[in-house]
Nanobody
Framework: VQLQASGGGLVQAGGSLKLSCKVT????????MAWYRQAPGNQRESVAS???????NYADSVTGRFTISRDNARRILYLQMNTLKPEDTARYYC????????WGQGTLVTVSS
């Protein structure tokens, strides 16, 4: 299984980014998927999740600003991030809700103030 996240970059506070995660080697459609992030010195945390039925859940810190979605036909997980804050700076990863697979390299998001 490969989890290939992309779409990160440097953005000013208040800006937007859309992350993508291409998933290969597994039956993507049956898995609940999630985005996680890890800032320097911090533990990895769950940011948003979406079940195979499309039910979404968000961390309090991103509710109302981030939107998770999935394209089962293309096997891609998305994270639309709006109104970004410096505290959103982290490396972002995708994985199943149960963290079933080895972590990929993630994609770095840096939000400047």
């Amino acid at each position: 299984v490969q989890l290939q996240a992309s779409g990160g970059g440097l953005v000013q506070a208040g800006g937007s980014l859309k992350l993508s995660c291409k998933v290969t080697g597994t039956n993507f459609g049956i898995n609940g998927m999630a985005w996680y992030r890890q800032a320097p010195g911090n533990q990895r945390e769950s940011v948003a999740s979406i079940t195979s039925e499309g039910r979404r859940n968000y961390a309090d810190s991103v509710t109302g600003r981030f939107t998770i979605s999935r394209d089962n036909a293309r096997r891609i997980l998305y994270l639309q991030m709006n109104t970004l804050k410096p505290e959103d700076t982290a490396r972002y990863y995708c994985n199943t809700i149960g963290k079933s697979y080895s972590w990929g390299q993630g994609t770095l998001v840096t939000v400047s103030s």
